[in-house]
């Protein structure tokens, strides 16, 4: 089955930077035919679009709020997306989710709806 496996979460202070990684297993295609999604859940508020990515990395979505601060990428022979997290602030602690459509190589980028999902990975940072 399809599993999703987030990874580098952590506590970081304002300003600071982290680096998440999901890798995906078990799929029916090559993970090149997927878009991938980042989304997060901070306590008490329900789970907002952080950003996207399509299947073969050219074409980018991102929520305003972490414009020009995030970054998405992925490695399709490693089957991994990763998100870097630059100038963070406290408004982005919060358990990040990353999640796939499975559409094989579907040409809209979604900001919800994904059919798989992650377990989470926490992300802190303190002012």
């Known amino acids: 089955q399809v599993q999703l496996v987030e990874s580098g979460g952590g506590l970081v202070q304002a300003g600071g930077s982290l680096r998440l990684s999901c890798v995906a297993s078990g799929l029916t295609f090559a993970f090149n035919y997927y878009n991938i999604g980042w989304s997060r859940q901070a306590p008490g508020k329900e789970r907002e679009f952080v950003v996207a990515?399509?299947?073969?990395?050219?074409?980018?979505s991102y929520a305003d709020s972490v414009k020009g601060r995030f970054t998405i990428s992925r490695d399709n022979a490693k089957n991994t997306v990763s998100l870097q997290m630059n100038d963070l602030k406290p408004e982005d602690t919060a358990v990040y989710y990353c999640?796939?459509?499975?559409?094989?190589?579907?040409?809209?980028?979604?900001?919800?709806?994904?059919?798989?999902w992650g377990q989470g990975t926490q992300v802190t940072v303190s002012s």
């Open positions: 999640a796939l459509d499975y559409r094989p190589l579907t040409a809209v980028l979604a900001t919800s709806g994904y059919d798989f």
């Open positions: 990515i399509n299947w073969n990395g050219g074409h980018t």
